[in-house]
T-cell receptor, first 113, second 115 residues
Framework: QKEVEQDPGPLSVPEGAIVSLNCTYS??????FMWYRQYSRKGPELLMY????GNKEDGRFTAQVDKSSKYISLFIRDSQPSDSATYLC?????????????FGTGTQLKVEL | GAGVSQSPRYKVAKRGQDVALRCDPI?????LFWYQQALGQGPEFLTY????????KSGLPSDRFFAERPEGSVSTLKIQRTQQEDSAVYLC?????????????FGPGTRLTVT
């Protein structure tokens, strides 16, 4: 069983919908959480990062972490066709920069006109 | 400024051939990571350098995989005697000194296809 589980989708929603993306993890050593967006044939780009349980909002994006349930979420409001991409959750056990990231499988999202 | 660059972007190798994949990190970044991303999967950690020192190679799948960063800047990932299961996108990421956990900047990757 993988340390980080993520539904691969694909997920298809109409423009303007609220999108909910989720990951679960099994290792309580993960303390730091990130969401990356990856367009086709591109490298992942950081969207959001959080430390500890709670919510963090940035524009149309909200990240939630529930450490007690080992569950993290990313919400996208007013989704746009340009949001169509693969969304990867990632986790780290330590807070420094020299720490490997453990990724989920990625969820493929398509926002349709 | 310039981001992380990788070359070649695409590589086709026949089974058994050796390949070398190059990563040019962001100038001045001390940390460098290699990840392997199989089709439909998330990236998986391969190895980590701090300057020229390879501090973690726990993710390298076999002794056919070798990485180096001799001068603490450009890095090369070498795969010997390639196998079909090596087909994947190889991603490089770099981080500045004193970076936080979220500060890994990824390159576009090299897509390796072994036939």
């Amino acid at each position: 069983q993988k340390e980080v589980e993520q539904d691969p989708g694909p997920l298809s929603v109409p423009e303007g919908a609220i999108v909910s993306l989720n990951c679960t993890y099994s290792n309580s050593a993960f303390q730091y959480f990130m969401w990356y967006r990856q367009y086709s044939r591109k490298g992942p780009e950081l969207l959001m990062y959080t430390y500890s349980s709670g919510n963090k909002e940035d524009g149309r994006f909200t990240a939630q972490v529930d450490k007690s349930s080992k569950y993290i979420s990313l919400f996208i409001r007013d989704s746009q066709p340009s949001d169509s991409a693969t969304y990867l959750c990632a986790m780290s056990k330590l807070g420094g920069g020299g720490n490997k990231l453990t990724f989920g499988t990625g969820t493929q999202l398509k926002v349709e006109l | 400024g310039a981001g992380v660059s990788q070359s070649p972007r695409y590589k086709v190798a026949k089974r058994g051939q050796d390949v070398a994949l190059r990563c040019d990190p962001i100038s001045g970044h001390v940390s460098l990571f290699w990840y392997q991303q199989a089709l439909g999967q998330g990236p998986e950690f391969l190895t980590y350098f701090q300057n020229e020192a390879q501090l973690d190679k726990s993710g390298l799948p076999s002794d056919r995989f070798f990485a180096e960063r001799p001068e603490g800047s450009v890095s090369t990932l070498k795969i010997q005697r390639t196998q079909q299961e090596d087909s994947a996108v190889y991603l490089c990421a770099s981080s500045p000194e004193g970076a936080k956990f979220y500060e890994q900047y990824f390159g576009p990757g090299t897509r390796l296809t072994v036939t």
